[in-house]
Every structure is written in C-alpha cells, then in structure tokens.
T-cell receptor, first 118, second 114 residues
Framework: DTGVSQDPRHKITKRGQNVTFRCDPI?????LYWYRQTLGQGPEFLTY????????KSRLLSDRFSAERPKGSFSTLEIQRTEQGDSAMYLC????????????????FGPGTRLTVL | AQSVTQPDIHITVSEGASLELRCNYS??????LFWYVQSPGQGLQLLLK??????LVQGIKGFEAEFKRSQSSFNLRKPSVHWSDAAEYFC????????????FGKGTTLSVSS
C-alpha cells in the first residue's frame, strides 16, 4: 500500500500523559499536513511542513503540541499533558510538489489516529 | 474570515434516487474547492475538485459538482445513489495564504434507505 499511513490507529491515555503519533506520507510528497477532527465537525488544520520545515501553525496548536519532520519524510505529532479536550481524530495528509500542470494538487489523507483521553 | 457551510447535517435518500449535497463558502476570491468522502474508520477520499474553467466538474464514483460564483456554492450531485454511498461528505476550500491548508465544512452524513 503506497498511501499515507498513521500509527497508532487508536490511542487511549489518561489525562496528563504524553502521547506521540506518527505519520508516513506518500513517497516523494514534500508537503505534510496535520488536522484534528472532533465529533460532528470537519477536520481543522493544525500545522504543515514543506520538506523538513514547519511553515505554518494554527492557533489550535497550543504549547502542549509539537510536531516534527526531521528528515522531510515521516512526521510526529506529540501532545504533552493531555487533556480530555484533546480527544479527537488526528489526521495526516500529504501533497506532491506543485507543478505547472497541476498548480494545486489535492491532499491525500491517512486513516487517522483516534485519541481518547480519560 | 474564510468559511465553508454545509447546511444539511444529515440526509436520507432512497437507493436509486438522486442526491444533492449543498455547500456554500465565504471567501474573498474564487477559491479552490473540493469534495471529500469519509467512510467509518477510513480516511478522507477526494471525490472531485474545482480550480478553474468548466464550472461542472466530474469526479469519481459517478459524482459531479457545479461551481456557481453568483451563489458562492459548490453543490455535489449524483443521479442515482447506491447503498455504498452512505458516508460522511465534506466540502473544503483551499486557504491559499496558509500553505494551501484546507478549510472544511462540518460535513453532511448521507444515509441510504432500501
């Protein structure tokens, strides 16, 4: 399977614990995005990387959240001191380099990591 | 601020009947528009996209959507719904100023009755 993969698919943790999620994008996709989706809502943008550089962070990304993409391939999203409000589906998406023939390529989404904070 | 509105939270359609899911956007310029589908336990799959040109776009699985600038709408249609189309559908707009991150509507859940 050459799609976007995420690990783990499900994570249950207690409030106050730290959690880390991993995303492996489609090979050669230089842009990687993290979104959060809560029940009854559409996905909300958290942050994105172009290669290894984190170029944008939304206001949703509090100080307890940190994301990395150290070698421009896989990415990790860490949440420190989890709160019950962090319970959500965390989605990763990747996008190929922009080309003249397709100025705005679509984003390809992974299956998500569902986080439950007790 | 840019936003996407999907007025219908839940729609039920009989199998074989036609379908239209509504999407309205608020944006300062002509946006890039997308429809995604999400089945339980699955990631988001792109159905179709509009960037420019012909305002009627064809997508996968027999879906189409029409961009109407005057109404700021991008409604999704299918002439004959199949039971396998039951899923959640999201309309999205590209936010160009933020690295082309997507802004999603809240989604419409489609149920298909036999």
């Amino acid at each position: 399977d050459t799609g976007v993969s995420q690990d783990p698919r499900h994570k249950i943790t207690k409030r106050g614990q730290n959690v880390t999620f991993r995303c492996d994008p489609i090979s050669e996709h230089n842009r990687l995005y993290w979104y959060r989706q809560t029940l009854g809502q559409g996905p909300e943008f958290l942050t994105y990387f172009q290669n290894e550089a984190q170029l944008e962070k939304s206001r949703l990304l509090s100080d307890r959240f940190s994301a990395e993409r150290p070698k421009g391939s896989f990415s990790t999203l860490e949440i420190q001191r989890t709160e019950q409000g962090d319970s959500a589906m965390y989605l990763c998406a990747s996008r190929p380099p922009r080309t003249s023939g397709s100025p705005h390529n679509e984003q390809f989404f992974g299956p998500g990591t569902r986080l439950t904070v007790l | 601020a840019q936003s996407v509105t999907q007025p219908d939270i839940h729609i039920t359609v009989s199998e074989g009947a036609s379908l239209e899911l509504r999407c309205n956007y608020s944006y300062g310029a002509t946006p890039y528009l997308f429809w995604y589908v999400q089945s339980p336990g699955q990631g988001l799959q792109l159905l179709l996209k509009y960037f420019s040109g012909d305002t009627l776009v064809q997508g996968i699985k027999g879906f189409e959507a029409e961009f109407k600038r005057s109404q700021s709408s991008f409604n999704l249609r299918k002439p004959s719904v199949h039971w396998s189309d039951a899923a959640e559908y999201f309309c999205a707009v590209a936010l160009l100023q933020a690295g082309t991150a997507l802004i999603f509507g809240k989604g419409t859940t489609l149920s298909v009755s036999s």
